[in-house]
């Protein structure tokens, strides 16, 4: 009879570079208006979106918010 181990992994990675990997489909949340829609990143990058806007890492609904999105990968 064999049995077979189970090892814990703990990922070498952090939220970032799961955002910032080819071309990744998003949700980003607005705290603010709640709005839940979904972004495109391109390399970390906002594909170009009518309502978010991308300043340094953060992105930002265009409801007049100053909190960035919560951003939630897809799978």
């Known amino acids: 009879m064999s049995t077979i181990g189970i090892e ?3 990922p070498s990675y952090t ?3 799961r955002f910032e ?3 990744n489909e998003v949700m980003a949340f607005c705290p603010a208006c709640k709005a ?3 972004v ?3 390399n970390g990058k906002l594909n170009q979106n009518h309502k978010f806007t991308q300043f340094g890492n953060h ?3 265009d409801c ?3 909190t960035p999105c919560r951003l939630y990968m897809t799978t």
Do not use: R, V
Request: charged residues 20%; aromatic residues 14%.
């Open 36 to 38: 839940f829609e979904t």
């Open 40 to 42: 495109y990143l391109n």
């Open 8 to 10: 814990k992994q703990t």
């Open 59 to 61: 992105i930002y609904h």
């Open 15 to 17: 939220m970032a570079d």
């Open 21 to 23: 990997s080819k071309i």
């Open 64 to 66: 007049g918010s100053n």
